[in-house]
């Protein structure tokens, strides 16, 4: 008994004891927040008591002063990259963040903060990139607003527009906002880029003269205006000759003249020499078709059609950036513009202008002097070059000796964009009849198509013929004489496909 009242007497003292302990926190509790009320309410009446302009200077004070020293770290260094090191102006916005970043460590974050405020999240991805582009932009005419010598970006916006034919009044007008530069700088500056030009043209001839160069002369067309007639002129459409030079490092120059014979040929083209051969060595070679051709390349192992795939082979003659496919083959690396000026390519006296950028650079270098130099050229460049060569061996004419250096060539790309648009012209009223049945009756096929329709109509054709063909053969054979049948076939088994594939499959494996 004794036991049981000693525990019952200990339990009750715990129990009496524990409400003690709970009072004591609760009370500690009850003064920490009463302090913090008292803290609170004599900051509310501190607050109450000033200016609300005052307090949003206060506020503002430091989100302003890292704005304004991050724009202060940015001009600094887009200075330096300017002015300095002499760079290329970047407006790719990844590359752009990390040369700014690299160049001065205290800017990382910067240009990510600047687009989360100025691009809204809701946007989709391309639109985001998209708009980094012009946050860059904007990088660009912030610091140059900071410092006038920081002006990089706003001579480009000038170059561009000179270019497009904005005048010398709207330059200065857009340069007094702030957009561009002024027109004086943009002349003085298009002054020193045809100087640079020229310098780095002579300077590459002259370290890799030894070397064989491919020349090309062609036409550009800048069509893309508005053909308003004026008092003037009903076009402002402008035609140049362009020429440029790629090296091949791995050959050396070629002599015109080897152990005395010339690789001219007096008389130019021998159509009589020509059809010999054609008759006494290669008879019976061009019976079989194209198609049979290359069904015998394929079981030998000669060709391998499964490296090209159609979008590729539709593509081929597409030159646009955002073309993923083959991009490496469309690309100029290497590539020496000689120069281009304003005329047109339709005479032997236009193409003899146009071959002087090239003498004129050899002046300098010499390059030219007793080698070959093969011209790559349109049909009417082998035309007119051939008859200013001929000429210049037959007779005493104005023509210029040094032309005798250069060896026009028929590159396999003119080939196959000639040859393409010259089946389409040619056969316009049959691939007018499948245009209309595919499309349908009211879709309209211009006379002369562009290359990527007329890419894609040659595609159909030749697909559409592979599955009716055996069907057709079976019935008719070879041994039909009929005109229009072995026209049709012809063009169905060897000529379509031939000019889908000299370039596309043939040139390039």
């Not at 019952?8 to 009072?23: A, F």
Request: proline share 4%; with cysteine.
């Amino acid at each position: 008994m004794s036991g049981l009242a000693s525990k019952n007497i200990n339990c009750k003292t715990e129990n009496r004891m524990e409400p003690n302990r709970g009072n004591i926190q609760y009370k500690r509790k009850k003064e920490l927040k009463d302090q913090e009320k008292s803290r609170k309410r004599i900051v509310y009446e501190d607050i109450e008591s000033r200016p609300i302009g005052e307090i949003r200077k206060e506020v503002s004070m430091d989100n302003s002063t890292t704005f304004a020293s991050n724009i202060k770290m940015l001009t600094n260094v887009l200075y330096n990259k300017q002015r300095r090191e002499s760079t290329d102006l970047e407006l790719d916005p990844i590359q752009f963040q990390y040369m700014i970043e690299e160049a001065n460590p205290e800017l990382i974050g910067f240009f990510s903060s600047m687009v989360n405020a100025i691009i809204p999240k809701d946007r989709s991805a391309y639109n985001k990139q998209e708009a980094k582009k012009s946050v860059v932009a904007l990088c660009y005419m912030i610091a140059g607003l900071r410092n006038k010598f920081v002006n990089q970006f706003k001579i480009e916006v000038g170059l561009y527009l000179a270019a497009s034919g904005a005048t010398w009044e709207a330059i200065d007008t857009l340069s007094s906002i702030g957009y561009s530069a002024c027109a004086k700088t943009v002349t003085d500056f298009q002054k020193k880029i045809q100087t640079n030009h020229t310098a780095k043209i002579d300077s590459h001839f002259l370290e890799k003269g030894d070397c064989l160069h491919i020349y090309n002369v062609d036409d550009y067309h800048n069509i893309h205006e508005k053909r308003r007639p004026d008092t003037t002129s009903t076009s402002v459409a402008k035609h140049f000759a362009t020429c440029v030079a790629k090296p091949v490092t791995e050959c050396p120059t070629v002599p015109v003249v080897f152990n005395g014979i010339s690789v001219h040929n007096p008389n130019n083209v021998e159509a009589s020499r020509i059809c010999w051969h054609l008759l006494n060595k290669y008879t019976g070679i061009f019976d079989i078709s194209y198609s049979k051709r290359q069904l015998f390349w394929i079981s030998e192992g000669y060709q391998n059609t499964n490296s090209f795939d159609r979008i590729e082979l539709l593509t081929i003659h597409s030159y646009d950036d955002t073309i993923a496919e083959r991009k490496h083959e469309r690309s100029m690396g290497g590539l020496q513009l000689i120069g281009f000026k304003e005329q047109h390519l339709h005479s032997m006296q236009d193409y003899l202008n146009a071959l002087k950028m090239i003498l004129a650079v050899n002046k300098n270098s010499k390059c030219l002097e007793g080698h070959v130099a093969p011209i790559v050229a349109d049909w009417p460049g082998q035309l007119f070059i051939r008859k200013a060569l001929t000429h210049l061996h037959t007779s005493r004419s104005q023509i210029p000796k040094e032309i005798d250096s250069f060896i026009p060539m028929l590159g396999p790309l003119h080939l196959s964009l000639n040859s393409r648009e010259h089946v389409m012209i040619i056969y316009h009223f049959l691939f007018e009849k499948m245009f209309h049945f595919v499309f349908g009756e009211r879709k309209k096929l211009a006379k002369k198509p562009k290359p990527w329709r007329i890419n894609l109509l040659l595609e159909l054709m030749r697909n559409g013929w592979v599955k009716i063909k055996d069907v057709i053969m079976q019935k008719f054979g070879l041994a039909c004489k009929d005109v229009e049948y072995q026209t049709t076939i012809d063009l169905l088994d060897n000529l379509i496909p031939a000019t889908l594939d000299v370039y596309a499959i043939l040139f390039r494996s």
